[in-house]
């Protein structure tokens, strides 16, 4: 009646045996470190580097507990924080002592001592939030006068297709900041320009000047056009913030609007801090210009003349100038997918691009009308541009599939199809803020924190022992298995703990251990009613189990509810809150129960369990005492 089959206990084993293993690593403890990464695409940390950074820090009588190269950075770990400021200044002075134009990012880091044979299970310790551990603040200001002429040179685009398609004859257009200038000769051509711009670009206000025969019409954003833009700037960076930061992997990231044109980001927790900061300080844009194929575009590109009127000059990869012109064909923002490849001719790296259906259909219309003309794909960091190439148009490329080849590395185009997959910023970004709060000033919440957890356990097995007796130890061992549970499972999602989170790990302890009390006074009913010791055991766990279940799923809503709706604290502690009540669950049912099967489930002529005091009274009045 009361025994598990084999492969049940096999089960509750397994668990209890990932549990530990993933508990495991929260207890070892960090050190303070140094990571260097590069600061740009073109910059490899390597080899030569560590040995740089080595020699460095000889030089300063600084003695690293281990400096480790690892795929795109090296991790320097020291013996304390006061020797990792000064290991990083030492760094910093030795790779980048112009900060202005730094090649590597030096940045401070706190590194993980979980051993190499729970790190090769993948076994890590949960990430702690900005209130516990620290991590880093930055406040990144938003270019909307960028955002806007932006819009404008893509509305000056829009403008020369659309009256190209109706004839109308102009003699020329041309973005003058963020106004669009259209000139007309033609009364009548001037006249049909205005119908269409009132007609398909509404968002667009029209005046108009007079010199001699020529009259230009100086189109505009309107004002509450204006405002729209700047706030779809705004949505769609942090949109591409939290994709950027989904591709580095951290867990719950707080990510706000602050005013109309700044950005906050907290990283709680964060492992790998110099690449988040060197992720999000790119401003990563694509776009794609026809080059400059006249006589004084080349003239320009031999150095042998000045760059021509509309044209711009920047370096491709290789340090050799392009002049390309400032039109801008297609942008970052008719890229739907970018993937890092190889060229299936050349076998050499490559990034492979996805345009959406407008930027298709411009590609196609371009490479059809510019066959033997070359094409620049320009890509835009930190308000640098770089040509990553410059190919010949051998002929009409349609189906919006493009490819981004030569001379890349394979680590180079991983780089740049992760920027251009996480998304086009709608406007530059700048971190006019950056603030990496230390360990030391979550210390006393994390004091407080594990002793709030730590006296509540003690106290309810106290309780659980005292009124209870064996099956209070039973209750306390599922307790415990419980919180064993909580945290390996918190640990293998690695989410962030907060605050709130250890609060709510501490009401978890509470409502776990009120399945026990439910499923210990139903033992307690069924003996005092009269049943044997082991019809009681087995009738307590079967009839308190549909409480259990209708107790535990409608507090599950209500924390489901939390996770949905919340946001930053709430939902820390909504996440906790949830897999507690799931692990309790568990715990509560069908580990205790084999703990008690295992105990009194073998002994087939049982007289009497230890469940404390059972007030039975008797045919006189009499009280009777379970063991």
């Not at 990144?140 to 404008?152: I, N």
């Not at 398609?165 to 205005?194: C, T, Y």
């Not at 605050?499 to 499923?519: E, F, K, Q, T």
């Not at 099967?597 to 404390?612: C, D, E, F, T």
């Amino acid at each position: 009646m009361n025994r598990y089959p084999l492969w049940k206990y096999v089960i509750l084993g397994i668990a209890l045996l990932i549990g530990v293993l993933y508990t495991l690593p929260n207890f070892f403890g960090e050190d303070p470190a140094v990571q260097v990464s590069s600061a740009r695409s073109s910059v490899h940390v390597d080899a030569s580097t560590q040995a740089q950074i080595q020699q460095a820090l000889a030089a300063a009588n600084i003695q690293p507990l281990s400096t480790v190269q690892e795929a795109d950075s090296i991790k320097v770990r020291l013996p304390n924080t006061d020797v990792q400021l000064k290991a990083k200044d030492v760094i910093q002075r030795a790779l980048a002592p112009n900060q202005d134009d730094a090649p590597y990012v030096v940045a401070l880091n706190l590194l993980s001592k979980t051993p190499t044979w729970l790190a090769a299970l993948r076994a890590a310790p949960m990430y702690l939030g900005l209130d516990l551990r620290g991590g880093v603040h930055f406040m990144l200001q938003v270019d909307m006068q960028a955002a806007l002429t932006k819009k404008a040179e893509s509305y000056a685009g829009d403008l020369r297709t659309v009256l190209r398609d109706k004839n109308v004859r102009h003699a020329g257009i041309e973005r003058n900041g963020q106004s669009i200038l259209i000139r007309f000769r033609d009364p009548a051509a001037l006249q049909a320009a205005r119908s269409t711009i009132a007609d398909q670009f509404p968002d667009l206000a029209v005046t108009d000047s007079v010199q001699g025969d020529t009259t230009t019409l100086n189109a505009t954003l309107k004002p509450e056009a204006a405002r729209r833009v700047q706030d779809q700037a705004l949505k769609q960076n942090m949109v591409t913030l939290h994709n950027r930061i989904n591709e580095l992997g951290v867990a719950e990231p707080v990510i706000q609007q602050q005013g109309t044109d700044r950005i906050v980001v907290q990283l709680p927790g964060v492992q790998d801090t110099s690449r988040a900061k060197d992720i999000l300080g790119r401003t990563a844009t694509l776009e794609v210009r026809m080059v400059d194929e006249g006589s004084e575009g080349r003239s320009a590109e031999a150095g042998s003349g000045p760059v021509p009127f509309g044209d711009e000059r920047y370096l491709d990869r290789e340090g050799r100038p392009v002049v390309v012109k400032k039109q801008v064909v297609l942008t970052g923002e008719n890229l739907t997918d970018a993937q890092a490849g190889f060229d299936s001719q050349t076998q050499e790296p490559a990034v492979h691009l996805t345009l959406d259906a407008k930027g298709a259909r411009i590609f196609r219309d371009v490479t059809r009308e510019s066959v033997g003309k070359r094409m620049a794909i320009l890509l835009f960091e930190k308000g640098k541009g770089e040509v990553v190439t410059a190919p010949v148009i051998r002929g009409e490329i349609g189906g919006g599939r493009v490819q981004i080849s030569g001379r890349m590395s394979t680590a180079e185009a991983n780089d740049t199809a992760l920027l251009l997959r996480a998304g086009s910023l709608a406007a530059p970004m700048e971190i006019i803020e950056e603030m990496t709060i230390g360990p030391s000033l979550g210390a006393e919440n994390i004091a407080k924190g594990f002793h709030s957890v730590t006296w509540g356990f003690a106290a309810i097995v106290v309780f659980m022992v005292i009124y209870y007796n064996l099956f209070g130890l039973f209750s306390a061992i599922a307790l415990a298995v419980n919180l064993l549970l909580l945290v390996a499972i918190l640990s293998m999602l690695q989410a962030t703990l907060t605050l709130p989170g250890m609060a709510a790990m501490a009401l978890a302890l509470g409502m776990a251990i009120d399945s026990n009390v439910l499923i210990n006074e139903r033992v307690r009913e069924e003996l005092r009613s009269g049943s044997s010791p082991q019809a009681a055991i087995h009738a307590g766990y079967d009839r308190a189990w549909a409480t259990i279940l209708d107790s535990n799923v409608t507090t599950l809503i209500a924390g489901v509810a939390l996770l949905a709706f919340g946001s930053g604290p709430v939902r820390g502690f909504a996440v906790v809150h949830c897999i507690g009540i799931l692990t309790s669950m568990f715990s509560a049912v069908f580990f205790s129960r084999g703990l008690v099967n295992l105990w009194y489930g073998r002994q087939k002529k049982l007289k009497a369990v230890s469940i404390g005091t059972v007030w039975r009274p008797g045919a006189d009045g009499a009280i009777t005492k379970a063991e």
